[in-house]
C-alpha cells in the first residue's frame, strides 16, 4: 500500500501541504513519471496487488489536493517478494510512449496515448542486465543498474526500436579506476549521475556528449 502527499512550496522555506491520497495498490516507486495530455496532468507509479500481480498504474493529479487513480495495467513476468528481480522500479514518459524499468524483466514500452487504458507494446531484455532506471534524451536513451555497475546506450530514433550504441555500455568506475557499484542513475543535459551503492562520497559522473 502507499500513495501521494503533495506539497506546494512557492515559499521553499514554508512547503505547505495541499493534498493527501491513499491507494492500496501503489508500491514503492523509484522514480515518478508526469506528463500533460489535453487539459489532464497524469502521474505514473508502481503498483502491486499480489506476488505475482503487479505492473504500473495511474494517477490523474490534475488537481494537486486531490489526485484520483484512474488505472493501472499488469505487466508479464512479475515476481515478489524480491524487490529488484522482477517488479516495476521506476517509470519515464516521453510523449506516448512511457519506459518501465522491471529489473531482470528488462524495460516494459507502454502506449500511454490515453492513460485510462494503457496498452503493452514490448519488451526489451539485456541477458543479465538488472534495470534500474531508463531515461531518454531526445534520441539517446541511457539503461542503467539497480545496485551493480553496468550501464547500456541506446539510439531511440525507433521509440521501439532499441539499437545498441558502439562503444556505449560500461561498467561504471571511480575516479580510481575501481568498478563503482550504483544504487541509482539519473541524468541531466549530457551528463549521468551515478548514486554509490557502498561507498558513499557522493556520485560518480560521466559525460555522454560522445555515446560512443
Same mark, same amino acid.
Given at each position: 500500500?502507499?500513495?501521494?502527499?503533495?506539497?506546494?512550496?512557492?515559499?521553499?522555506?514554508?512547503?505547505?501541504?495541499?493534498?493527501?491520497?491513499?491507494?492500496?495498490?501503489?508500491?514503492?516507486?523509484?522514480?515518478?513519471?508526469?506528463?500533460?495530455?489535453?487539459?489532464?496532468?497524469?502521474?505514473?507509479?508502481?503498483?502491486?496487488?499480489?506476488?505475482?500481480?503487479?505492473?504500473?498504474?495511474?494517477?490523474?493529479?490534475?488537481?494537486?489536493?486531490?489526485?484520483?487513480?484512474?488505472?493501472?495495467?499488469?505487466?508479464?513476468?512479475?515476481?515478489?517478494?524480491?524487490?529488484?528481480?522482477?517488479?516495476?522500479?521506476?517509470?519515464?514518459?516521453?510523449?506516448?510512449?512511457?519506459?518501465? *524499468? &522491471? %529489473? !531482470?524483466?528488462?524495460? =516494459?514500452?507502454? /502506449?500511454?496515448? @490515453? $492513460? +485510462?487504458?494503457?496498452?503493452?507494446?514490448?519488451?526489451?531484455?539485456?541477458?543479465?542486465?538488472?534495470?534500474?532506471?531508463?531515461?531518454?534524451?531526445?534520441?539517446?536513451?541511457?539503461?542503467? *543498474? &539497480? %545496485? !551493480?555497475?553496468?550501464? =547500456?546506450?541506446? /539510439?531511440?530514433? @525507433? $521509440? +521501439?526500436?532499441?539499437?545498441?550504441?558502439?562503444?556505449?555500455?560500461?561498467?561504471?568506475?571511480?575516479?580510481?579506476?575501481?568498478?563503482?557499484?550504483?544504487?541509482?542513475?539519473?541524468?541531466?543535459?549530457?551528463?549521468?549521475?551515478?548514486?554509490?551503492?557502498?561507498?558513499?562520497?557522493? $556520485?560518480?559522473?560521466?559525460?555522454?556528449?560522445?555515446?560512443?
Amino acid at each position: 500500500g502507499g500513495g501521494l502527499t503533495v506539497f506546494e512550496f512557492d515559499d521553499p522555506c514554508n512547503p505547505i501541504k495541499v493534498g493527501e491520497v491513499y491507494e492500496e495498490g501503489m508500491r514503492e516507486s523509484h522514480t515518478m513519471s508526469f506528463s500533460r495530455i489535453g487539459d489532464k496532468e497524469y502521474l505514473a507509479v508502481d503498483y502491486q496487488i499480489a506476488d505475482d500481480v503487479g505492473g504500473i498504474g495511474f494517477w490523474d493529479v490534475t488537481e494537486p489536493s486531490n489526485p484520483q487513480w484512474v488505472s493501472e495495467l499488469e505487466l508479464p513476468d512479475y515476481s515478489y517478494p524480491d524487490a529488484y528481480f522482477r517488479v516495476a522500479l521506476s517509470t519515464f514518459w516521453q510523449g506516448d510512449y512511457l519506459y518501465v *524499468s &522491471a %529489473g !531482470l524483466n528488462g524495460i =516494459f514500452v507502454i /502506449d500511454v496515448t @490515453d $492513460p +485510462l487504458s494503457p496498452t503493452l507494446l514490448h519488451q526489451h531484455r539485456e541477458v543479465g542486465h538488472l534495470v534500474g532506471s531508463f531515461h531518454v534524451i531526445g534520441n539517446l536513451a541511457m539503461s542503467s *543498474s &539497480a %545496485g !551493480l555497475a553496468q550501464t =547500456f546506450l541506446y /539510439d531511440m530514433s @525507433d $521509440p +521501439l526500436g532499441f539499437e545498441p550504441i558502439a562503444g556505449g555500455n560500461w561498467l561504471t568506475q571511480s575516479a580510481d579506476g575501481g568498478q563503482a557499484n550504483y544504487y541509482f542513475a539519473n541524468t541531466g543535459g549530457q551528463y549521468a549521475l551515478f548514486a554509490r551503492k557502498d561507498t558513499g562520497g557522493g $556520485p560518480v559522473v560521466y559525460d555522454l556528449s560522445d555515446p560512443q
